[in-house]
Every structure is written in C-alpha cells, then in structure tokens.
C-alpha cells in the first residue's frame, strides 16, 4: 500500500502509473499476471495495462459487459476467486493475450459509488486459491483506482472518439411530477464524502477512529430514538430502528475493520465496503432489501461525515442547480437558495410527495421514479429534468442538448404569450366572465398571486405549514402564516381550507396508527371533530388573522351534512369566546365545504341550505368516484375525468348551486388542465382555481372560447356516451375545430 501511494504521489505520465501499478500488485501477490480493464460507454471492457500477457494487447484487447470471466465480474460487480479459470462457464479465450497458459485467476471489479468501472485481475500458472486477505487487499488497491479513473486520470489514455464508461450519457424514464424543463448541472443533495486520504499510516490508530465514530453514531441514535419529537411512532421510529439494528452488524463492523488493515484509512474503509455492498444488492428488486440499503447507505454517510465532516465541494454558488436526492423532505427543498434550483430528480417520490408539493410551489421541474440517479450522478454533471415527459437526461450528448434547447426556447415564448394575457380579463369571446383563482399553501407561493394576476385564492392547503415543519405550528406560527396571506392578498379573496391531515398526509410529530386504506381513514374533518383542539387552535388563529377582514374557511372531505353543523358550532364557540375578550371580529366571515366525498352528492340540498359555497375537489371526487387511488400510477390515468358519468356528478352540483344560490368553485388539478378548464366551463363553472402556473394557459384557452356554443354542443350531445368517441376525443374535436390551444 505505500509502494501504491508512492506511485499515486509521482509525477508520472498515466500509462506509465498504470504499468507501475499492474506491475507492482504482481510482484506482491506473486502472480505472474495483474491486468486492468476499464468499462468504456459503450459496454466493452477494454485492456489498459498490463504486468504478464502480451504488451501489444494493451487497448486493443476487448471483452463486452458480462462476457467472458472479466465481463462477468464487470456485470456482477462481483469478485471471482478461481483455481481452474477455463473450467469456468463464462470463460473465453482471448488469443492476443496469450493467456491459456494461465490457470488460476482472481478478479474484482473496480468500484466507484456503487459503479463499476472496470476489473483487476491477478493470474498464475499453477492452480492455487487466492486467499481470501489477497481477496480483499486487490479489492483496496481497486479502489485506489477507481478514484483514478474518476479523477480522470485516465485522459490522454482513451483514443480518440471513444468514452469511458464514468461520462457515458445516460437517460432515465422516470415520472413527470412537476411541470417545466430544466438545464443545469447536478448537486447531490446527500453529499458524496469524497474520501480523498486513503492509506493509513498507521493500522491500530485507524482502527480506533473507527471504533470512536461509530460509537458517537450509536450514541447519536440511541439520542433520536429517544427523542418523541423526532422518533414517534410509524415510519420514522422503524428507519431509526434499523439503523441501529445495522450500526451493531458486526459482520458490518468486521469488514470495516477488515478494510483498515489492508491499508485504508477509516474513512477510505467505510467507502470500500459501502460500494461492494451497494454494487451487489444493486440490482435486487425486492423492495424491502432496497429499502435496508438505502438505510445503510444514510448510515454510512453518517459515518463519513463524522470521520470526515461534510464534502469539501462548495456548490451553494451553483445557479443552475439540478438536486438529485434518493428523496427528501419538504424543508430541505426550502433550504435551497430560492432561484438556485433548475429542478429536482428523486430516486423516489410521488404526485403528493410533500416535497413535490412544494416544488411545484416553487416552479421546480421534478422528475420522481428516476431508479438508479443518484449513483449514476457526480456533481457539476451536465443534467436535463424534463417534467413534461418525465425523463432525465445525464451528461447529454450535444444532439440532446440541442433538442432541449429549441424546447426550452418554444416554452419560453410560449410563458412570453402567457404573460402578454396576464392584463387581459379572463373573458370568453362571447363575453362571459370566468373567474380564475389559485391554489397556495406556503408563504413562496404569494409572490404568484401578484405574477399569475390570479383574482385570489381559491384554495389555501392550510396542512402544507404543518408538513413542511419539524414540530407542531404553534398557534402563533399559524396566526402570522394566515395574517401575512390575507396582507399579501391585499383585499381579494382567499379561502382557507382547515387542515387536511391525517391518511396519507403524515405529520411526523402526530402520532397516528397506520391504516390499511389511509385515503379513506382517519384524516380531515373526522380526526378534526374528534380531536377538536387542532381545530380550535387553527380556528382562532384564523379568525384572529382576519380581524376586521373577510375570512373564508373551507371543510375538507365532508361526508355528511352533520359534520358542517358540528365544525360550524367549532367556529362559533371561537367567535364568542374571541368577542369576550375584545377581539376584532372578521368584518365578514363565509363558511363552505369541498365536495370530494360521493355521499354529498345525494345531500346536496341540504348541503347547500348550510353553506355560503362550496368548492369541487375533484381530485378527491374522481378517486373516490371511480374507486382509483389518485397516488397509484398503476391506476391513476384508467379512467378519464373528462368523461360523461363524472360530468353528470359534476352538474348535479352546479345545478344545486343554482337551486341555492350557492356559488360552485373547483380547486381539483383538473381546472389547471385547458382542455378540462374548457369542458368545466362549458358545463357552467364560471370560478376554477389551479396552481399558479396553469393561469397563462388556462386564460389563453378562455379568450378563445365561445362558451355558449360549447354549452350548447355539451348540452346536445356530449353527455351522452356516443359509440367510438370518448367525450375526451370530441371536447379535442371542438378544441381544435374552432382553434382553442389546449
Ligand atoms: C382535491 O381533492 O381535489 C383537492 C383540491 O384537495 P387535495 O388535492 O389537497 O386533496
Ligand atoms: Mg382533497
């Protein structure tokens, strides 16, 4: 291992270092043979150097990914320990090496971050066992070389027009799960510790830096464990656990230690042993195995950091950041420099994953689903998130580039025209007006309400601060949220919808049992009216927010009348005991219910006889109306919402609101889609509320729509399911008839 640093430390041309290198792992291990293979882009294992075959096979000397015994163990990332190499299978003879004289064979794959990036090999003439130390100790002096390659200290090496594995462009299809594009270059969010000082100087001291940093992480999460704020109860409390079920692995340990008397610092062993792992469990697909290496994985990171503190990289300068995570939470999306993120690609995440919300908020591009990103990524990659189609695009070569660049351009006009209707009413052609709102919840969305020229707020996610938050909002924390939207309203109308939690929306400071249909559990209104002090608590700090002004306050996932009467007497008891102690009232408080759940659908009068409006969460309505859980891809897009039988559900609302004088809103993602923006209107909504970037193309569908003949085509016929054309298909006929972007 010192011969190695030595070499490592020479001003040396690269072939040269390699042959030095090749040469000297021979001559310890006694092996007549030591050669070094390097992944290429384009899946070819090609010779680099040599110690024992023939010199002119250097680069020319070839094996494709999992042929022969080294592309197995490239494909595998596997070792492979042979005393009779060409009895094995995957044998191949390759005759510019003249290597058939050769009988036993030990290769490892080279290892970076989980990646392979080429093989080492030893070989000899007589049929002997490697033993497993000479095992372990070529598996070190690997990895000393694919920090090489990484560093590129290969260049120079590579003939021309030919890439090594580490640059190949990669494209992942993963899911679209916030609109936009975005060109930059990568940051990993958990940092890669990059261990820059390898060899140890000395075995036993290493051993005891080991041994000191993995007592401070056992003693770190014994800490959250016992903390009730962090560790709860639920998920939270299980990944902890299994932390410290593998922080005691003492097989775990023991190859760590194992790494440190080959040669390796602490820190170089935790890499080491971390990279074997995560390259042999990477291809799994139980998911419950995945999910423990990627808790080993956090944990070694953890050790690497208190080994080692954070990366030395500085990347908070980066403008165009692409943050690639395994997932994150919704806080450390809001720990970014605002206007420093171009977009965000997670390994995992869903349409109504905290931190997608926020995203979103924010006009984040985010592609989720993307298996495999963040080990495939260093940072300052070159990476296109395209949240349109749902594909990545690592180090893209130029013809991909150029096509996102044309797009990103078209887009770019096209949010230029958007934002040339901002000043125009929200007016149809034939002259109706429709009023269109915007969906918040967090204090980034405000500027939005001023950029979209949205006529206010149709739905306030109160739950998004509780989400975002690593502790209950304190009343006050509440009171000022509501107070600094009502301001930055400035007089238009913002309704608020009570907290929305429980189900799938988890707090982690709540505790709450887990359910086996958690979108039809315990959550909303229900948990509200039983446990009427998060209730009351917001309540008032709404009605102390609005003092003077008007307050709109909104019910979620209403399912009987009763509940409106019950929630409304909530409010009134707040009323009277703010009016007792000389609070100012709202000068005007409205109170209204969404409609998500199907059973008010047959309550509607007397729905409406209780509220002053109510506001379709159709995203919640169509799942519960056609028994598809809106979070499961699998069956999420099945059916269509704009069909004829939820069209009728949705006018038996309109008209029960015309019946009362109730105004009707919808505040589902439907009424930021234009072509289902259209059939609504056409339908009869006049007042949708949407995430603020669907504004623009809302409205310049809106400008170019004669509601009263779409009315009229609906009425006629559209209703009807007509053989061979879905209401979809004819909404697009008339769309593209009467020429209305959708
Ligand atoms: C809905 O269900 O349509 C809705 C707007 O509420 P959320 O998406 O927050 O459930
Ligand atoms: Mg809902």
């Given at each position: 291992m010192r011969r190695i640093r030595e070499l490592m430390a020479e001003r040396l041309d690269p072939q040269t270092r390699l042959d030095q290198i090749v040469r000297l792992i021979a001559q310890n291990m006694v092996a007549?043979?030591?050669?070094?293979?390097?992944?290429?882009?384009?899946?070819?294992?090609?010779?680099?150097?040599?110690?024992?075959?023939?010199?002119?096979?250097?680069?020319?000397?070839?094996?494709?990914?999992?042929?022969?015994?080294?592309?197995?163990?490239?494909?595998?990332?596997?070792?492979?320990?042979?005393?009779?190499?060409?009895?094995?299978?995957?044998?191949?003879?390759?005759?510019?090496?003249?290597?058939?004289?050769?009988?036993?064979?030990?290769?490892?794959?080279?290892?970076?971050?989980?990646?392979?990036?080429?093989?080492?090999?030893?070989?000899?003439?007589?049929?002997?066992?490697?033993?497993?130390?000479?095992?372990?100790?070529?598996?070190?002096?690997?990895?000393?070389?694919?920090?090489?390659?990484?560093?590129?200290?290969?260049?120079?090496?590579?003939?021309?027009?030919?890439?090594?594995?580490?640059?190949?462009?990669?494209?992942?299809?993963?899911?679209?799960?916030?609109?936009?594009?975005?060109?930059?270059?990568?940051?990993?969010?958990?940092?890669?510790?990059?261990?820059?000082?390898?060899?140890?100087?000395?075995?036993?001291?290493?051993?005891?830096?080991?041994?000191?940093?993995?007592?401070?992480?056992?003693?770190?999460?014994?800490?959250?464990?016992?903390?009730?704020?962090?560790?709860?109860?639920?998920?939270?409390?299980?990944?902890?656990?299994?932390?410290?079920?593998?922080?005691?692995?003492?097989?775990?340990?023991?190859?760590?230690?194992?790494?440190?008397?080959?040669?390796?610092?602490?820190?170089?062993?935790?890499?080491?042993?971390?990279?074997?792992?995560?390259?042999?469990?990477?291809?799994?697909?139980?998911?419950?195995?995945?999910?423990?290496?990627?808790?080993?994985?956090?944990?070694?990171?953890?050790?690497?950091?208190?080994?080692?503190?954070?990366?030395?990289?500085?990347?908070?300068?980066?403008?165009?950041?692409?943050?690639?995570?395994?997932?994150?939470?919704?806080?450390?999306?809001?720990?970014?420099?605002?206007?420093?993120?171009?977009?965000?690609?997670?390994?995992?995440?869903?349409?109504?994953?905290?931190?997608?919300?926020?995203?979103?908020?924010?006009?984040?591009?985010?592609?989720?689903?993307?298996?495999?990103?963040?080990?495939?990524?260093?940072?300052?990659?070159?990476?296109?998130?395209?949240?349109?189609?749902?594909?990545?695009?690592?180090?893209?070569?130029?013809?991909?580039?150029?096509?996102?660049?044309?797009?990103?351009?078209?887009?770019?006009?096209?949010?230029?025209?958007?934002?040339?209707?901002?000043?125009?009413?929200?007016?149809?052609?034939?002259?109706?007006?429709?009023?269109?709102?915007?969906?918040a919840g967090l204090l980034v969305d405000l500027p939005q309400l001023d950029e979209s020229a949205a006529e206010g707020i149709g739905l306030f996610r109160t739950e998004l601060q509780f989400m975002v938050a690593s502790t209950m909002p304190r009343a006050s924390d509440q009171e000022r949220l509501y107070s600094a939207v009502l301001d930055a309203a400035a007089g238009r109308p913002v309704t608020f919808r009570t907290l929305d939690v429980g189900g799938d929306k988890v707090l982690p400071y709540l505790s709450q049992a887990s359910e086996e249909n958690p979108a039809l559990g315990y959550r909303a209104l229900r948990l509200a009216l039983d446990r009427p002090g998060l209730m009351r608590t917001q309540l008032r700090a709404l009605l102390k927010a609005a003092s003077g002004r008007e307050l709109r306050v909104m019910f979620p996932m209403v399912t009987d009348v009763s509940e409106v009467r019950r929630a409304r007497e909530l409010i009134d008891r707040e009323l009277t005991h703010l009016g007792r102690f000389g609070y100012t009232l709202p000068r005007d408080l409205k109170i209204g219910a969404m409609i998500e759940v199907p059973a008010l659908l047959f309550q509607l009068d007397a729905l409406m006889a209780s509220l002053d409006f109510v506001s379709v969460g159709s995203n919640d309505l169509f799942q519960f109306f056609s028994a598809v859980d809106r979070g499961n891809t699998r069956v999420a897009g099945r059916f269509d919402d704009l069909s004829a039988p939820f069209f009728r559900a949705l006018k038996m609302i309109l008209d029960a609101g015309n019946r009362h004088a109730v105004p009707v809103t919808l505040c589902g993602e439907m009424a930021g889609r234009p072509l289902s923006a259209m059939a609504l209107i056409g339908l009869g909504f006049r007042s949708i509320s949407m995430a603020p970037p669907s504004i623009g193309p809302v409205k310049a569908m809106i400008v170019a729509l004669d509601a009263g003949r779409l009315t009229e085509v609906m009425d006629e016929h559209l209703l009807e399911a007509r053989p061979g054309r879905t209401l979809r298909q004819q909404l697009m006929d008339f769309a593209k008839a009467h020429a209305i972007p959708y």
């Open positions: 007549e043979v030591c050669s070094l293979y390097v992944l290429r882009a384009d899946a070819v294992l090609e010779l680099y150097a040599t110690e024992g075959l023939n010199p002119g096979s250097v680069h020319l000397a070839q094996l494709r990914l999992g042929e022969g015994l080294v592309g197995t163990i490239a494909a595998t990332a596997r070792p492979l320990n042979l005393s009779d190499a060409q009895k094995h299978p995957a044998f191949t003879y390759l005759p510019e090496t003249g290597e058939e004289i050769f009988n036993s064979f030990l290769g490892v794959p080279v290892l970076r971050a989980g990646r392979t990036l080429g093989v080492l090999v030893v070989q000899n003439k007589s049929a002997r066992v490697y033993r497993d130390e000479e095992s372990e100790a070529l598996e070190t002096v690997a990895m000393v070389v694919a920090e090489m390659i990484a560093a590129g200290g290969l260049e120079g090496l590579t003939r021309p027009g030919v890439a090594l594995d580490l640059t190949r462009p990669v494209s992942f299809e993963g899911v679209a799960l916030s609109e936009g594009i975005g060109i930059g270059r990568v940051v990993l969010h958990e940092p890669r510790v990059v261990v820059t000082n390898l060899f140890n100087e000395n075995a036993e001291v290493e051993v005891d830096r080991l041994g000191e940093a993995l007592g401070f992480l056992r003693v770190s999460i014994e800490d959250m464990l016992a903390r009730r704020d962090i560790a709860g109860e639920g998920e939270h409390r299980a990944v902890l656990e299994a932390y410290r079920m593998f922080a005691h692995d003492r097989g775990w340990v023991r190859r760590l230690e194992e790494a440190v008397r080959n040669g390796l610092t602490a820190e170089a062993a935790v890499e080491k042993v971390q990279s074997d792992m995560r390259a042999r469990m990477m291809h799994l697909t139980d998911p419950y195995i995945r999910e423990r290496l990627h808790d080993f994985d956090d944990l070694a990171n953890r050790l690497l950091r208190q080994l080692i503190g954070r990366g030395e990289d500085d990347l908070s300068e980066l403008t165009d950041a692409v943050v690639v995570a395994r997932q994150m939470g919704a806080a450390e999306l809001l720990d970014y420099r605002r206007g420093q993120i171009r977009g965000l690609v997670l390994e995992e995440g869903a349409a109504t994953s905290h931190v997608v919300i926020v995203a979103r908020a924010l006009g984040v591009p985010v592609v989720g689903q993307v298996k495999g990103a963040v080990s495939m990524s260093e940072n300052r990659d070159a990476i296109i998130v395209d949240g349109e189609d749902g594909s990545v695009h690592l180090r893209p070569p130029q013809e991909i580039e150029a096509l996102f660049a044309d797009k990103v351009r078209f887009r770019a006009e096209r949010q230029q025209r958007y934002r040339s209707l901002r000043d125009v009413p929200s007016r149809t052609k034939d002259g109706v007006d429709i009023h269109l709102q915007m969906n």
